[in-house]
């Protein structure tokens, strides 16, 4: 018997199965993994299908990772995603230091980020929440949405056409799933949600969803401790006009602390800079040094060459 070998995309691994979806007809299918397989198959994958194995998972365009919680490795989120959601409520003042890491996540995954502000209906100055997003994620664009009164949800719609692969980053209750479900037009919650303690609906499954729009939206769970795994360039996109400040200092070697003809310094003292935004700067390079001393040297530098080269195309298309 002559096997057939099918394309396939991953829509959620459960340990070693998975559910799949074949182009062009998006049938779903449920598979196995087979044993040996040079990567594990996260949702987003691209994979290769025969005799209801995954046989191979195919190389990832971009990858959305962070450190593992229980160890040195990596996870990875999401794969082959071009646009990432970094999805923050609107109702009770932005906390931008969040949206900065999630910011320079998503940059490093070699995806767009696209800020999406929920709960307008709840604002009481939308337009200024919008204001501070737009100072913490300089050049990248936002959103404001309400699922309540349907604002936003057109434009977002917009950027979720055919063959865009989108995800969702954001602390758990910033509204993600019921993004989801109002871009589709559905009130029930989805499967992959269970009920927590205080009777609320959680996400717990990353899952792929192709949406009316044409484009596929993963769910993700969110993300309580958002520690970084960053590259000097997404710190440096995110900080943008941090790291353009601090060319102007004097010294080459400044550490924008008490020394003379200090840029950032004298940013903060006419107001140009937040001391918050400065202190988010320091604390994602601190990170940065605290990784390059904890991981071994070579295989950082090779895990870096590997993601530059996975991500250079969209990387050069994207950047601001
Ligand atoms: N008023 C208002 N409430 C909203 C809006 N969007 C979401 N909510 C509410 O916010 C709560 C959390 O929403 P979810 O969509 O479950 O949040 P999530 O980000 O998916 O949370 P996790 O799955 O735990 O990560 C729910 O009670 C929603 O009804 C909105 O635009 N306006
Ligand atoms: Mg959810
Ligand atoms: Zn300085």
């Known amino acids: 018997m002559v096997e057939v070998q099918q394309r396939a ?24 993994l087979a044993p040996g397989l040079s990567l594990t198959p996260v949702a987003g994958d691209e994979v290769h299908v025969a005799d209801g194995r995954i046989t191979e998972v195919l190389p990832r365009r971009t990858q959305l990772t962070r450190p593992d919680p229980n160890g040195h490795e990596l996870q990875v989120l999401a794969a082959n995603v071009d646009l990432v959601l970094l ?18 996540l998503a940059w490093d995954s070699g995806a767009t980020p696209l800020v999406v502000l929920t709960k307008a209906d709840l604002a009481d100055d939308p337009d200024a929440r919008a204001e501070q997003a737009r100072t913490a994620a300089p050049g990248v664009e936002v959103v404001l949405t309400s699922t309540v009164d349907g604002r936003g949800l057109d434009a977002l719609r917009a950027h979720l056409g055919a063959g865009v692969t989108a995800t969702m980053l954001g602390a758990s209750g910033a509204g993600k799933t019921s993004l989801l479900n109002a871009l589709e037009g559905r009130d029930e919650a989805t499967r992959e949600v269970r009920a927590d303690g ?22 993700l769970p969110g ?26 200092c004097r010294f080459v070697d400044c550490a924008h602390d008490t020394e003379p003809g200090c840029a950032v310094t004298a940013a903060i003292a006419s107001g140009e800079l937040s001391t918050r935004r400065l202190d988010g700067w320091h604390a ?21 060459q590997e993601w530059k080269r996975l991500t250079r195309a969209s990387r050069s298309r994207q950047r601001p």
């Open 9 to 32: 995309r991953v829509v959620v691994v459960h340990g070693r199965t998975a559910e799949v979806l074949h182009e062009p007809d998006d049938g779903v299918a449920a598979v196995r």
């Open 87 to 104: 999805v923050a409520p609107a109702d009770h003042g932005l906390r931008e230091g969040a949206l900065e890491r999630m910011a320079i």
């Open 198 to 219: 205080e009777g609320r609906h959680t996400t717990t499954t990353r899952r792929l969803y192709r949406l009316a729009s044409g484009g596929t939206l993963l769910d």
């Open 223 to 248: 993300v309580r401790n958002l520690d970084l795994h960053a590259s000097e360039e997404g710190v440096a996109a995110v900080y943008a006009d941090v790291a353009a400040l601090a060319e102007e």
């Open 284 to 304: 994602a390079r601190r990170e940065l040094a605290y990784l390059e001393r904890r991981t071994d040297p070579a295989a950082r530098a090779a895990k870096l």
